[in-house]
C-alpha cells in the first residue's frame, strides 16, 4: 500500500510516498481503508521537529492523525464494529508511528474511533473531524449557557472556526478576533462582531463570560478580560513554552485560569462530533484538496495561512 513518511525533520519536501505492507490489525484495532484525511497543525509541527524530544521512537514516521474511512478489518476483540462500516477517528499520537493515517489503511484502537456523521462526503467530514472534536472539549472546559459573551481569538481558523459555531448555536454572544479580510467568513459563521488582531489590544474588549484561544501568545493579557467567573481555554497548549507557561502560572486565578488540552481525544468527544455535524451545527468548511502525492504541497499552503477552510487530503 501507498504511504506517506519522512526519514529526517525539515520543510515540507522532506514528506514522500513509500510503499510499505498492509498491517494487520491487533486484537483491539480496526483497519480502515483511509477515504480522507486533513492536514492540522500537529502534523506540521511534528515533520518540522517540534515533538523530537517526546518522541521515542526512531523514525521514519507516518502523517496525518485523522481519518474517515471503511473498515477492512478487526481484531480478535473488536466488539461494536463490522467489515464495511463507515468510521471516522483520531490519533492523537499517530505522529510517532511509523505509518500515520495518511495512508491507503490504516490501524486505529477502538477508543479513537466512531460512527461517521451521515448525509456528507468523506472529504467534508474530514475536514470537520478535528475543529469539532476540539469545539466540543474546550466547551467542557469552558461551559456555555444562552446570553453569555464569549471571545473567539483566531476564529477564522480551522478551531476557531468551528468553536464560533457551537458558542452560536448554545446562545452566546460571541466576539470573533480574526482579520478585516475574514470578517465576512466569521460573521457568517455565526460571530456578532468581529475585530482584527493587529489593531485589538485585550483592553479593546469589556469583561467577558470565556474566552477560547487557538493561538497560545499573550494569554496572560487576556485572562485579565475575564469576569470574575469567567473561564478561558486554549487549544495550543503545546505551540509553545510561553502558552505552557502561562497555562501554569495562572493556576493562582483559581477558576479564572487558563486551562489547556491536548492529546487523544476521548471517544465521547469523537462521538459528539459526528452529532454535531450530522445535525448542522457545525458545518464543512474545504479550502483546498489534495491527493496523496501532493501532501508536500499541501503542508506549504497550510504554513502559508492564506486560506480560510480546511486542507484535505484524498489517498485514493
Excluded at 497543525?41 to 524530544?53: E, F
Excluded at 483520531?90 to 508511528?97: P, R, T
Excluded at 481569538?153 to 457551537?166: C, D, E, F, N, Y
Amino acid at each position: 500500500m501507498k504511504a506517506i513518511q519522512f526519514d529526517s525533520y525539515g520543510p515540507p519536501k522532506v514528506l514522500r510516498e513509500v510503499t510499505v505492507g498492509i498491517p494487520n490489525p491487533g486484537i483491539n484495532q480496526v483497519r480502515v481503508r483511509v477515504e480522507a484525511t486533513s492536514v492540522n497543525h500537529v502534523d506540521v509541527l511534528a515533520r518540522a521537529g517540534w515533538y523530537k524530544r517526546i518522541t521515542w521512537s526512531k523514525g521514519p514516521y507516518g502523517t496525518g492523525i485523522d481519518l474517515v474511512g471503511i473498515v477492512d478489518a478487526i481484531g480478535e476483540k473488536v466488539k461494536g464494529y463490522s467489515q464495511g462500516d463507515r468510521v471516522w477517528g483520531v490519533l492523537g499520537n499517530a505522529f510517532s508511528l511509523p505509518v500515520g493515517m495518511l495512508a491507503d489503511y490504516a490501524l486505529v484502537p477502538t477508543k479513537a474511533l466512531a460512527p461517521a456523521p451521515t448525509g456528507m462526503t468523506s472529504e467534508e467530514a474530514a475536514s470537520a473531524l478535528v475543529p469539532a472534536t476540539i469545539a466540543w472539549t474546550a466547551m467542557t472546559h469552558v461551559p456555555i449557557t444562552p446570553g453569555d459573551t464569549i471571545v473567539v481569538r483566531g476564529a477564522a481558523g480551522g478551531m476557531g472556526s468551528a468553536i464560533v459555531q457551537l458558542a452560536a448555536h448554545r446562545g452566546a454572544r460571541v466576539i470573533g478576533i480574526a482579520t478585516d479580510q475574514t470578517a465576512e467568513f466569521v460573521l457568517g459563521l455565526g460571530a456578532d462582531q468581529v475585530l482584527d488582531y493587529r489593531r485589538t489590544a485585550p483592553g479593546d474588549i469589556p469583561r467577558v463570560d470565556g474566552i477560547f484561544d487557538t493561538t497560545g501568545v499573550d494569554l496572560m493579557a487576556w485572562q485579565k478580560r475575564l469576569k470574575q467567573k469567567g473561564r478561558m481555554v486554549t487549544t495550543a497548549a503545546l505551540k509553545s513554552p510561553a502558552a505552557f507557561g502561562a497555562i501554569l502560572g495562572s493556576i493562582p486565578a483559581g477558576q479564572r485560569r487558563v486551562r489547556g488540552f491536548a492529546g487523544q481525544p476521548t471517544r465521547s468527544a469523537i462521538k459528539q462530533a459526528a452529532h454535531l455535524l450530522t445535525e448542522g451545527v457545525i458545518k464543512p468548511s474545504i479550502a483546498a484538496s489534495f491527493a496523496m502525492d501532493q501532501i508536500a504541497d499541501a503542508h506549504r499552503v497550510f504554513e502559508s495561512h492564506g486560506s480560510t477552510g480546511r486542507l484535505v487530503i484524498t489517498p485514493h
